[in-house]
């Protein structure tokens, strides 16, 4: 179980950035996978219309904390 939120906390940080960098940029790779919550979720929640990079960055930042919630824990070797 850990393993899946240790995941999910990996997919959160890297749509994050990269929402952010193609919202700066465009985004070369990926662009489905990786921008799901940049091209399908921020345009359906309009209170986040005009703050899509802080969303973006929220975004990174609450899978960093799932990262670090799912290492809390761990046995340490």
Known sequence: MRNAFQLL???????GISGAIDHLAVQ????????FFNRFVLPRID????YELF????LAALG???L???SWGEPSS
């Open 9 to 15: 906390g990996v997919v959160l940080v890297l749509q």
């Open 28 to 35: 070369p790779f990926f662009g489905v996978l990786l921008n």
């Open 47 to 50: 209170a986040l219309s005009g």
């Open 55 to 58: 969303a973006n960055l929220g």
């Open 64 to 66: 960093l904390l799932v």
């Open 68 to 70: 670090t919630a799912a």
